[in-house]
Nanobody
Framework: VQLVESGGGLVQPGGSLRLSCAAS????????MKWYRQAPGQEREWVAG????????SYAESVKGRFTMFRDNRRRMVYLQMNSLRHEDADVYYC???????????WGQGNQVTVSS
């Protein structure tokens, strides 16, 4: 099982980044996908989620209207489009796969997003 994130990096405030998460080794379309983020010394924070079929999405209040999450089940990919980035969005971002009806879950390795001028 692997979840491999990419697309992070350095961006100026107000800029955009798109994070990607490539999944392998499990039945992707059975899994709810979520993005989390974590700052040093703080708890991991839920950012966004999408249902297994991509039909429903939800977002934390802090990112609503700026971030968009979507998935491509054919390519086994999930994305987080981040616009209007702020200093407080700078964190390590993780994708998570959660199996429907069970507690089985997988995490990616994390991807650093830095927002700085």
């Amino acid at each position: 099982v692997q979840l491999v994130e990419s697309g992070g990096g350095l961006v100026q405030p107000g800029g955009s980044l798109r994070l990607s998460c490539a999944a392998s080794g499990f039945t992707f379309h059975y899994y709810v996908m979520k993005w989390y983020r974590q700052a040093p010394g703080q708890e991991r924070e839920w950012v966004a989620g999408v249902t297994s079929d991509g039909g429903r999405k939800s977002y934390a209040e802090s990112v609503k209207g700026r971030f968009t999450m979507f998935r491509d089940n054919r390519r086994r990919m999930v994305y987080l489009q981040m616009n209007s980035l702020r200093h407080e969005d700078a964190d390590v971002y993780y994708c998570k796969a959660g199996e429907l009806g069970s507690k089985k879950a997988y995490w990616g390795q994390g991807n650093q997003v830095t927002v700085s001028s």
